[in-house]
């Protein structure tokens, strides 16, 4: 019968320890800033689809409407606002669900704040360009963080910003 452990088991063990260790006490402050920056981008491509569809299928009217509460966005037309154009490759619904309801592992994300000209919609028209004179904002948030995306209003060009993003960096960036 054996009275101790070999080096080499106190060391394995020693090892298994500290990678534990490791992986209970890594911060999530990273992992919610990288989260709220893929919601951010998600938006930003749904943008760029709205704005080549406007551009190339002059007959239509397209937008991107947000539901806070809903804590989703997607792209439309305007003749129908609620219904997801669907995308023409994974043929599902051009639909950003965060919260809860994510299938995308965005579980923790929220729609904090947004400013679209005073209503829930940023239309494109067919140049591509916003249906508004000042920056599109949309502030995604994962508990403490915070990620914004702000819209060029001419261009369409997105800024990211980890943070809130002031309407005066905003207007900066037309």
Known sequence: MRKAFTFVEVMIALV?????????????????VQQANAAGHMFSALVEYGQNMA?????????????????????ATA???????????????????????????LKTVTIKNYDF?????VKFDTSGALDQST???IEFGVKTSS???????????????????????????E
Not at 16 to 32: F, H, N, Y
Not at 117 to 121: I, L, M, P, R
């Open 79 to 105: 003749a129908a606002p609620d219904t997801p154009l669907t995308n023409p490759i994974t043929k599902a619904p051009c639909l950003v669900q965060l919260g809860t309801l994510s299938p995308d592992g």
């Open 147 to 173: 990620f914004t995306v702000a819209l060029s209003p001419i261009t369409g060009v997105p800024a990211f910003k980890v943070g809130k993003l002031s309407m005066q960096a905003a207007q900066a960036f």
């Open 16 to 32: 298994i320890v500290a990678i534990v260790t490791t992986v209970a006490l890594v911060p999530t402050s990273s992992l919610d």
């Open 55 to 75: 551009i190339t299928r002059t007959d239509q009217v397209y937008q991107l409407k947000v539901d806070k509460p809903g804590n989703r966005f997607w792209l």
């Open 117 to 121: 000209g005073g209503d829930a919609v």
């Open 135 to 137: 920056p599109a904002q």
